[in-house]
């Protein structure tokens, strides 16, 4: 037979009162305390980023160009994030990413499977004070095109991602852009 244990030795009354404060206390800390300190530094790099992204958009909207994706994401540190995007053949599109301003190190990638990569950019930001970069494509082939974004620093990071595209029709009328080689 199992012995039994009497709960008042292994708990004393007396531990009983100091225990739920203690455990509430330290609940509120870590979901309120934990939370400001990672969400300050994200949130001053999300809106830096935004502006940045914002300011390059219009100008671009003001150029013809539209928006067709456009998006705020929080990457891992020091790891590839991967975007899909499917792209149509004769269709004249323009990347704007603004990564944050404290990476280290900013690589992105276009590229359709199978084929490879078509733009590679790479850049420091704490080298040249600029922490976004753009490019314009005019699709050869159409299908899913795998943008990649990393950015080598100290915690995750925030950045934007816009996908601008020239109308396609003017006056209902088709238009196809051509890569000249």
């Not at 990672?38 to 300011?55: F, P, V």
Request: with cysteine; aromatic share 12%; proline share 6%.
């Amino acid at each position: 037979m199992l012995p039994t244990y009497n709960r008042q030795w292994i708990l004393p009354s007396g531990a009983k009162k100091l225990l739920i404060p203690f455990v509430l206390t330290s609940i509120l800390c870590l979901f309120f305390g934990s939370g400001k300190r990672s969400n300050a530094l994200g949130k001053i790099d999300e809106d830096q980023t935004q502006r940045k992204a914002t300011e390059l958009i219009s100008g671009h909207k003001k150029s013809g160009f539209v928006t067709y994706k456009s998006g705020q994401i929080l990457a891992r540190q020091n790891e590839e994030f991967p975007l899909y995007v499917h792209l149509i053949a004769g269709r004249w599109y323009h990347f704007v990413i603004v990564g944050n301003p404290d990476a280290k190190k900013i690589s992105l990638r276009l590229g359709l499977p199978g084929l490879g990569d078509f733009i590679t950019d790479r850049f420091k930001p704490e080298q040249t004070n600029e922490y976004w970069t753009e490019f314009s494509f005019v699709c050869p082939q159409s299908g899913h095109y795998l943008l990649t974004l990393n950015q080598k620093g100290l915690h995750p990071m925030a950045a934007h991602i816009a996908i601008l595209q020239k109308p396609h029709q003017i006056q209902g009328q088709p238009i196809t852009y051509q890569m000249h080689r």
